[in-house]
């Protein structure tokens, strides 16, 4: 696609839009487009062909462009290049006046609920009681809106309330009633949107187990210890604490005191022996 063109890829590098894949898909297809078309008289040629291209992948993808610089690689006077983007546009059917399914959703970047949006549309203008213009800008807006919320896809509302060009208070007068047609004869969508969001959770929780049980079963496996290994270590412990405790035992016991003597109320004398009348005194040894 726009890989394969290199002359598309070049200018785009120098528009600062060579990172920009989503743009350079969409300018490849808008060249591709337009060379089916018939322009007859006009002297553009290929370079301004991809100059406009990428200008209006730009404005619809919501990238930054430089209009001076596109002017500029285009090889047209300002006036010749705004032109000649008008005739491009009404070639490719982009006409900004005219809002359509496939620019909002390309614009909002939920070109998945496009299909979706037609069939509310439509079946919309078929029940309608009165002539609806399908290409006004609100209902383009609305369809797209309710397709986003059947779909569950998430969607800047204020972007899609500024494209439909309603007065908020509009918009949420508009919103009420579409929502309870939708929600009538489009159930059938919104349960669809239900049950893929659930199984969406439900994929997602069984890899989480899938992931989280041999961590599990891994931390079981490294805490098992062989019963020989357990009966040595158990052992070791009992023999360790006996030691310690018969240790503690012999420093509690108290040494045994020999019998005290009872003390002599006297000196270990005689008795007093009498000698000319004198009282003397002789140690028992003596």
């Known amino acids: 696609m726009a890989s394969n063109n290199k002359t598309l890829y070049l200018i785009a590098s120098k528009l600062g839009l060579g990172e920009e894949d ?16 018939n322009m007859a008289g006009s002297n553009i040629t290929d370079t301004s062909k991809i100059v406009i291209c990428l200008d209006l992948a730009a404005g619809v993808l919501g990238a930054d462009l430089d209009i001076k610089s596109a002017v500029k690689y285009s090889g047209l006077k300002t006036s010749t ?122 994929v997602e929780n069984e890899e989480l187990m899938e992931i989280d049980m041999p961590k599990v079963e891994e931390v079981f496996e490294d805490k098992i210890e062989p019963y020989e290994d357990w009966k040595k270590r158990m052992l070791e412990a009992a023999y360790k604490e006996l030691k310690e405790l018969e240790k503690i035992e012999k420093k509690n016991v108290t040494p045994r005191k020999s019998p005290r003597k009872t003390p002599q109320k006297f000196a270990p004398y005689k008795s007093p022996v009498k000698t000319n009348g004198v009282r003397l005194l002789f140690p028992l040894d003596l």
């Not at 969409?26 to 060379?35: D, I, Y």
């Open 22 to 37: 989503k743009v350079l898909k969409k300018a490849a297809e808008f060249e591709r487009l337009l060379q089916t078309k």
């Open 81 to 202: 290049y705004t032109n000649t983007k008008k005739v491009v546009q009404n070639l490719l059917e982009l006409n900004s006046d005219r809002l359509s399914t496939t620019m909002l959703c390309l614009t909002l970047q939920c070109t998945g609920v496009q299909e979706l949006a037609d069939r509310i549309l439509a079946e919309y203008q078929r029940l309608a009681k009165v002539e609806v213009d399908l290409n006004l800008p609100q209902y383009v807006c609305m369809a797209v809106y309710q397709a986003c919320r059947l779909s569950k896809v998430k969607v800047a509302k204020s972007k899609v309330i500024e494209k439909s060009r309603l007065k908020p208070a509009q918009w949420t007068k508009l919103d009420a009633d579409w929502t309870k047609f939708t929600d009538l004869h489009f159930e059938a969508a919104k349960k669809k949107g239900r049950q893929t969001k659930k199984s969406t959770e439900t």
